[in-house]
């Protein structure tokens, strides 16, 4: 395993700062919290919904909508749903967005390129 | 139904059968620990497995970790005697899982080496630091582990019909001595295999169960749903058609509403701020490895909870709400009464020792989490100042652990009969009010401070504790059936009544404040020294993994 070391040769790699400095990064921190902090205050958002609605509207969650199968059930299943989607979406987003401009800084940074 | 008249003590299945099940499985994680400790050399293979663990292996471990005996006995029959609110229960369960996805997992495996701590102290003043979240780790899993204990005696009581109290406390015993074995000898890695074992065994004989409930009603969900509704009103229940609708459970007072929206913010909160979970996030070699770990963990966990759906509505039809009462256990019983309905004396065997597996994996994994917090946070960040030998540090883990495995065996015993999930939900507002705003600051608000940090943690603990002693849990919650007997508190004698805060459950007061106490904590306190040049470290670290804790090559 070769680990960041002190490889000082010819061209030596970039200090953090200058990383931090770099448009890339910056670039790279935006795009990653443009897409958490939405996902995640939706996420949140729905969840509330569903319990709120669940501790003061049981009417309306109680209706039936086919045999004994009620609004509140297909709510919850919902959650399942859009969790296992929000689940697949990231992880898509992650490997081909993320990790591109993620791993060509840490070479960078590790003096690999 | 046959099982209407079983007698108090459940004489069903075959103890013996049960035992030998579950001495197969002990025997085979035996072996499995044995063979994992050989390469157990350094501190990142004792408390780290050396990171060498597959994101789908880890995020097994993950689901082998999370869905303990609480979660599968415990929202099964909810769902049994409660229907549409012990689903609520899961769902809180499931969605928490995003915010670890989203916000922690890749970040914190970035950043940190063994614990949570590490994180928090990558910028922000050590000492202090880390002792506040070395103890908001023990208290979380002090709770957890009380909770997984006092389960194993009552499923001991449950299965072999034995209810002598000495009996029970030999269980317990045996409990915690397996699991110092366990987490003595295999480290990490040890402990991770049994886990993986024990999830792959949970959602294998809840998968079989589940179709097999699935093709007696003919796929057709409405007429599972239908027939426990039909069991219900056979058997006199008020209300039966309330199986299919909220509020049976949580009841619909205004303080009960606030009560259930309490508990729904701690349990989508408290995961993420587990210190056993997050500890998982440092067995992979990478950040991507991380991420991968929980969406393998939040695919086993869903189905999994869709099969308790399934399978709680089964044994309220199947088996019938009268006896799952009337059996030792009650709710917590449901599960197992429908593996006998189902599968007679083998099945039943299968899902009992899975159960006990269950508790065995979870405890142990508390166990090493509470042991690498305390040795890798508190005695050789804080006390020897991280002057001390690699070795020496494993050594006061392995301490450690037997430390706490005795601490767990007494405390165990005297837990039996208490309110498993209160313990629980206990361990999820502390996580969630102590834990999780410290993360989330100092991963995403540059100007968070030591200070901010130690508010946030202390104020999130000690305002969870506090508010947890002076609630009905504890004390003065009159049962309503016999106001003069038993209260339905910790404090079983009804004249004993020091409660002033009217609800069961913290969250929805100390999360918020906790996270309140964070921002004024920063914004009056100063930066460190060198807070910046750390801070920008930090960022560029957490995002692009350059410097972060490598695998160790065996």
Known sequence: MSIAGPQHTEGSPPTVAQVHASEEFAGLRRVFRRTIFPATAAFLLWYATYVLLAAFAPDFMSTRVVGNITVGLLLGL??????????????????????????????RLEGGA | MVLTAAPPTLEIGNPWVNIAIFAAFVAVTLVIVLRASRSNKTAADYYAAGRNFTGPQNGTAIAGDYLSAASFLGIAGAIALNGYDGFLYSIGFLVAWLVALLLVAE??????????????????????????????????????????????????ALLLGITAPAAQYAVVAVVGLLMIFYV???????????????????????????????????????????????????????NPEGLLEPGRQYGLSTLSRIDFLSLALALVLGTAGLPHVLTRFYTVPDGKEARRSVVWAIWLIGTFYLFTLVLGYAAGALVGPTAIRSAPGAANSAALLLAYELGGTLLLGFIAAVAFATILAVVAGLAITAATSFAHDVYASVIKRGQVAPDGEVRVARITVVVIGVVAIIGGMFAIGQNIAFLVALAFAVAASANLPTIVYSLFWRRFNTRGALWSMYGGLISCVVLIAFSPVVSGKLNPLDPTGPTLSMI?????????FPLDNPGIVSIPLAFLLGIIGTLTGKPEADHEQLATEMEVRSLTGAGAERASAH
């Open chain 2, 492 to 500: 079983k004698d009804p004249a004993v009544d020091f409660s002033w």
């Open chain 1, 78 to 107: 919902g959650q399942f749903v859009t969790t296992f989607a929000i689940t697949m979406g990231y992880r898509r987003w992650a490997d081909r967005t993320l990790d591109t401009t993620a791993g060509s800084l840490r070479a």
């Open chain 2, 184 to 238: 003595l000898v295999g480290g990490m890695k040890g402990t991770t295999w049994v886990q993986i074992v024990k999830a792959v065994l949970l959602i294998t004989g809840a998968a079989a169960m589940t179709i097999w409930v699935l093709v007696l009603f003919g796929f057709n969900l409405s007429a599972l749903l239908g027939a426990a509704v039909e069991t219900a009103a056979a058997e006199g229940v008020e």
């Open chain 2, 107 to 156: 970040s914190l495996r970035n950043t940190g080496r063994f614990t949570m701590a590490d994180v928090l102290s990558f910028r922000l003043r050590q000492r202090p630091v880390r002792m506040a979240a070395a103890l908001a780790t023990l208290a979380v899993c002090f709770f957890y582990l009380l909770a997984q204990m006092a389960g194993a005696g009552g499923l001991v």
